[in-house]
């Protein structure tokens, strides 16, 4: 895929547990493709919306019940699918995510659903990206980073919980569209490693 051809929209998508670098290195890609020329567009699940707000609050002040959880992660991307990633991507812009369904996927499969499961009931609405990018940490290495940066890992953060999560990140690995780059590099590292895999040069 050319990634700097301007006659369509290009939708990615940065997943990976917490304390990564998901959001950092979604602003070094947006300003790779506005040197480009390309317009971007740059978002993060849960969003700020009515059901993504629900959704945060429930990181500190405790998670709610797991079917609850589920069905407000649903809402909150059915929203967002409808309002911002579709419309982008018809207008050709550049869509770049910090966190999609695969952290559905991976944090709600850790309380016990079935991730395949809930794959396919995203995917009745949400368009599948063209570049998936698994940024992969160890946990102990992750929660030292979280902690470094002056937060406390919430509830959605749990030692074991995120071992899970980072199992059923790593299950995505096969995915043709999808690529695990290591996150234990410089910021600099990670970013061209991104690049590349987006480039078709690895």
């Known amino acids: 895929m050319v990634i700097d051809a301007d006659s369509r929209g290009l939708f990615i998508v940065l997943e990976g547990i917490d304390g990564t670098g998901k959001s950092s290195q979604v602003r070094k890609l947006a300003s790779y493709f506005s040197s480009l020329g390309r317009e971007v567009v740059t978002s993060r699940e849960p969003t700020d919306g009515p059901w993504g707000k629900k959704l945060r609050d429930s990181a500190t002040l405790g998670r709610l019940d797991p079917a609850d959880e589920l069905e407000y992660f649903l809402r909150d991307r059915r929203e967002h699918v409808e309002q911002l990633i579709r419309p982008a991507l018809a207008e050709g812009k550049v869509v770049i995510l910090d966190r999609y369904y695969f952290s559905t996927m991976a944090y709600q499969g850790a309380r016990g659903f079935d991730p395949h499961e809930i794959r396919k009931r995203n995917e009745e609405f949400a368009p599948q990206p063209d570049f ?19 937060d406390q890992a919430n509830h959605f953060e749990k030692r074991d919980s995120l071992q899970r999560c980072r199992e059923i990140f790593l299950g995505l690995a ?19 490693d991104i690049v590349d895999f987006l480039e078709g040069k690895k």
């Open 132 to 150: 998936l990018v698994i940024l992969d940490l160890d946990v102990e290495i992750a929660l030292q980073r979280v902690g470094h940066r002056g």
């Open 174 to 192: 096969n995915e043709p569209f999808a690529r695990v780059i290591s996150a234990a590099g410089s910021m600099d590292e990670i970013s061209r």
